[in-house]
């Protein structure tokens, strides 16, 4: 997604900003899946879309209480908002005061203005990446749902737990077996978050190709390891380096910010993944493999 269509997606919100409107739907009017759109207008804005709609509409819903007779049930109504109830506590979260306070002069508000994507230059830095195709492919893989909200909470440690329980339960150890040695390198499967679902898939595993013994494939998924299987994709590549996560986070981060505006590649629906390399060069925390299609 280009800074150009960031934009388009604000002025849309603003247009819309008393309608019953969604990320979903301004995913729609920029011609983007709503999963690309989020996880992109989220890495750049920070926030997401629905976080800045609401912010808007908590600023306007408090300069009409202060300026106008508008009762609060009705800016309720008015601002989306399913109850008075509803309305006031989220109104106090923001503001730190009540619809009702806020209709008195001298109460402090709050004012979150329209956002204006601007560019700003900044020195210049070296981001290494290439382009790679794969056809299907085929691993096998100790698989868990999770929310779609983690998705782009930086605070949430689930799927980093998740690895740590596989670890400790040697359940990771097993299936890394069925790998030549010197090639048991393992894989961090993410399905795409979609609107028509509330969770999405993770999955610790290996790849299935000639140098996985398969002989015992059957026996490993009757015991809750699961097949996943990848469409043909092109892959933007990046080495993350790092001791810890936070690599991983940073690169995902400079994809949205960096690499997206400046090649005209932009992410698809397919699984992208991470593989941890039994024997990686020194500083290498893994290897990110997105998705991506020219825009």
């Known amino acids: 997604m280009s800074i150009q269509l960031i934009q388009q997606a604000i002025c849309y919100m603003e247009e819309h900003i008393y309608e019953e409107i969604s990320y979903a739907e301004v995913a729609k009017s920029v011609h983007m899946s709503s999963y690309n759109f989020h996880r992109t207008f989220s890495f750049i804005v920070g926030m997401t879309a629905n976080e800045y709609i609401r ?11 202060q300026t106008t007779g508008l009762s609060v049930t009705d800016a309720a109504y008015k601002y989306g908002y399913e109850s008075p109830e509803s309305f006031s506590k989220a109104f106090t979260r923001f503001h730190g005061a009540t619809p009702k306070q806020a209709k008195r002069k001298g109460t402090k508000l709050h004012l979150f203005n329209p956002l204006v994507i601007k560019i700003t ?10 382009i790679e195709h794969r056809e299907s492919q085929r691993f096998i893989a100790l698989v868990r749902a999770f929310p779609n909200e983690i998705s782009n909470d930086e605070n949430d440690h689930s799927i980093p737990d998740f690895w740590t329980e596989c670890h400790e339960k040697n359940l990771v150890e097993a ?6 040695e010197g090639k048991r390198d393992l894989y961090g499967l993410c399905s795409p978050v979609r609107d028509s679902e509330t969770h999405f898939n993770y999955g ?7 140098d996985t013994d398969v002989t015992d494939l059957e026996h490993f998924i009757k015991s809750g390891y699961t097949l996943w299987e990848t469409e043909p994709a092109d892959y933007a590549v990046f080495k993350c380096f790092g ?3 936070d690599c991983l986070g940073e690169m995902w981060s400079k994809f949205f ?3 997206v505006p400046q090649t005209g590649y932009m992410q698809t629906d397919g699984t992208d993944y991470e593989i941890y390399f ?16 020219q825009g």
């Open 55 to 65: 912010k808007r509409r908590l600023t306007l819903a408090a300069r009409e209480l």
């Open 204 to 210: 610790i595993g290996i790849v299935i190709d000639e």
């Open 121 to 130: 230059l900044e020195g210049g830095s070296v981001m290494d990446y290439r």
């Open 175 to 180: 299936i890394r077996s069925l790998r030549a």
């Open 243 to 245: 001791s810890d996560g």
């Open 278 to 293: 039994e024997k990686g060069e020194s500083g290498l925390f893994c290897e990110l493999w997105i998705p991506v299609k």
């Open 257 to 259: 910010k960096e690499f």
